[in-house]
């Protein structure tokens, strides 16, 4: 089966830049998502379609995608930023990356 | 506003059965994919199946294929997973969410706040 894999944490300080990377097998082939997730709510989408922003989500919220590897960056990081980061894509089913944590130290 | 409320979890024994709903409005039910994602405590997610808008076709997790159903109710705007042979790692929360079809490629953007299953002895 497919798998997405993501480093369990990522510590960033306030105003800087963080990168969270979700890799796998020829991902760059794949449309992929990125979900937002803070304790005790439900996850929240922030990009679909490798580099889409909803509407409401902040522009500090990139995308990217290339080759094995998805990467969401978020610019000029804030204390509200700190959560767990999830990204998805689809395979012949949905498949969703094991998941990483934001420290804003 | 899309508002996807979800009921139906409880505490379970092995081998039992669960019927989970899903109610959903502010938007036009009927015409969207929706899908099941799970959560055990303190891990990831896990999609668990997906139903199409006209209800004409549907797609489970193997972790699950034979044992939960999924079905709607567009009169109604409800989803429901049928939960059958429960094992102890069914237990998670189980997220109600819609799944937009919009070329490239199907996404989830509106997720509920979830209901706790909890399969034990």
């Known amino acids: 089966s497919y798998e997405l894999t993501q480093p369990p944490s990522v510590s960033v300080s306030p105003g800087q830049t963080a990168r969270i990377t979700c890799s796998g097998i020829k991902l760059g082939n794949k449309y992929v998502c990125w979900f937002q997730q803070k304790p005790g709510q439900s996850p929240v989408l922030v990009i679909y379609h490798n580099i889409k922003r909803p509407s409401g989500i902040p522009e500090r919220f990139s995308g990217s995608n290339s080759e094995n590897t998805a990467t969401l960056t978020i610019s000029g990081t804030q204390a509200m930023d700190e959560a767990d980061y999830y990204c998805q894509a689809w395979d012949s089913t949905s498949v969703f990356g094991t998941g990483t944590k934001v420290t804003v130290l | 506003q899309v508002q996807l409320v979800e009921s139906g979890g409880a505490l379970v024994t092995p081998g039992g059965s669960l019927r989970l709903s899903c109610a959903a409005s502010g938007f036009a039910f009927s015409d969207f994919y929706m899908s099941w994602i799970r959560q055990a405590p303190g891990k990831g997610l896990e999609w668990v199946a997906y139903?199409?808008?006209?209800?004409?076709?549907?797609s489970y997790a193997d972790s699950v294929k034979g044992r939960f159903t999924i079905s709607r109710d567009s009169s109604k705007s409800s989803l429901f997973l049928q939960m059958n042979t429960l094992r102890a790692d069914d237990t998670a929360v189980y997220y109600c969410?819609?799944?937009?079809?919009?070329?490239?490629?199907?996404?989830?953007?509106?997720w509920g706040q979830g209901t706790l299953v909890t399969v034990s002895s």
């Open positions: 139903i199409s808008a006209f209800a004409g076709s549907t």
């Open positions: 969410v819609r799944q937009s079809v919009v070329a490239p490629a199907a996404y989830f953007d509106f």
